[in-house]
């Protein structure tokens, strides 16, 4: 009977899907019953894979470099979608950016923040991007924001080291540059 129950759930997963592009819609058993998890789908990157684990336990498609888990890498990129039903008070992308300013000053009010070259996504949308970075010690993170439907995007590179960071960058922006929203005949396939 469970298993048709899951089985139930993930075909209406599935379903839920076709509306929205490109964000992948997950189901797990957890002691709330099913956990849904959902995160945009991301195309693959020479060098790094998906981590499952770290994607269920933080609630976003988590990669890490090739020979490294999400918890041992010196960086790692990790891609979100907010469901903005969930979250009324967020009426766009600037309130979100700002919400996510004041979270990090609010922990370490040395970071400093710093509005960077946006980003163009595979289908052409322009997205503001920022680095949060510690004046010393910390970790260097570069935060990129995007919508699309009924989520927002956040794509974050995130580096315990400025040298590191730098390295990385590039791959970075590579991943959000060919990211799609909606599927495309020429688009690669998802980081899994």
């Given at each position: 009977?469970?298993?048709?129950?899951?089985?139930?759930?993930?075909?209406?997963?599935?379903?839920?899907?076709?509306?929205?592009?490109?964000?992948?819609?997950?189901?797990?058993?957890?002691?709330?019953?099913?956990?849904?998890?959902?995160?945009?789908?991301?195309?693959?990157?020479?060098?790094?894979?998906?981590?499952?684990?770290?994607?269920?336990?933080?609630?976003?498609?988590?990669?890490?470099?090739?020979?490294?888990?999400?918890?041992?890498?010196?960086?790692?990129?990790?891609?979100?979608?907010?469901?903005?039903?969930?979250?009324?008070?967020?009426?766009?992308?600037?309130?979100?950016?700002?919400?996510?300013?004041?979270?990090?000053?609010?922990?370490?009010?040395?970071?400093?923040?710093?509005?960077?070259?946006?980003?163009?996504?595979?289908?052409?949308?322009?997205?503001?991007?920022?680095?949060?970075?510690?004046?010393?010690?910390?970790?260097?993170?570069?935060?990129?924001?995007?919508?699309?439907?009924?989520?927002?995007?956040?794509?974050?590179?995130?580096?315990?080291?400025?040298?590191?960071?730098?390295?990385?960058?590039?791959?970075?922006?590579?991943?959000?540059?060919?990211?799609?929203?909606?599927?495309?005949?020429?688009?690669?396939?998802?980081a899994k």
């Open positions: 009977m469970a298993r048709r129950w899951l089985t139930a759930v993930s075909l209406a997963l599935c379903a839920a899907s076709l509306g929205y592009g490109e964000i992948e819609k997950i189901g797990t058993p957890c002691e709330q019953g099913i956990c849904l998890s959902w995160w945009p789908k991301l195309p693959a990157v020479v060098g790094w894979h998906h981590e499952r684990g770290a994607s269920l336990q933080y609630g976003a498609n988590a990669l890490a470099p090739d020979g490294f888990t999400f918890s041992n890498a010196e960086v790692v990129m990790y891609a979100a979608a907010l469901y903005k039903p969930r979250m009324p008070a967020t009426k766009s992308v600037d309130t979100l950016i700002a919400d996510d300013k004041q979270k990090f000053l609010a922990q370490d009010s040395s970071i400093v923040v710093a509005e960077v070259g946006s980003l163009t996504s595979g289908d052409g949308q322009r997205m503001r991007s920022f680095s949060f970075f510690p004046r010393s010690k910390g970790t260097w993170e570069r935060v990129t924001y995007g919508e699309e439907d009924d989520f927002f995007l956040v794509f974050t590179i995130s580096s315990r080291s400025l040298q590191a960071y730098k390295l990385r960058q590039a791959e970075y922006e590579a991943l959000v540059a060919r990211y799609r929203s909606k599927p495309s005949d020429t688009a690669a396939p998802s």
